[in-house]
């Protein structure tokens, strides 16, 4: 399984960006896929996951500002950031658990920068 993300870039606060997160290679379901983020000099935050069947989660520090949907069809997932502030600037990665095969599979990194 390959997972490829895109969609970051530099955005001044209160804009909006969409990372997108594609799976190549998966022969099964992918139950899960989400996002973590790492800003410098701090600890890694899961940002938001949703599974197959539609059913999503988010951490507090961005509940109301982003939302994560997925297109199973595509193996793809979405995360919809609106009303971004300079504190969600960070190294955004997407993952995927596929419990047919065990393990979670990465993609690498993509920066999201909230600056004016």
């Known amino acids: 399984v390959q997972l490829q993300a895109s969609g970051g870039g530099l955005v001044q606060p209160g804009g909006s960006l969409r990372l997108s997160c594609t799976a190549s290679?998966?022969?099964?379901?992918?139950?899960?896929m989400g996002w973590y983020r790492q800003a410098p000099g701090k600890q890694r935050e899961l940002v938001a996951w949703?599974?197959?069947?539609?059913?999503?989660n988010y951490a507090d520090s961005v509940k109301g500002r982003f939302t994560i949907s997925r297109d199973n069809a595509k193996n793809t997932a979405y995360l919809q950031m609106n009303n971004l502030k300079p504190e969600d600037t960070a190294v955004y990665s997407c993952?995927?658990?596929?419990?047919?095969?065990?393990?979670?599979?990465w993609g690498k990194g993509t920066l999201v920068t909230v600056s004016s």
């Open positions: 993952y995927a658990d596929i419990a047919a095969v065990g393990g979670r599979h």
């Open positions: 290679r998966a022969n099964f379901r992918i139950d899960i």
């Open positions: 949703g599974t197959h069947g539609g059913r999503t």
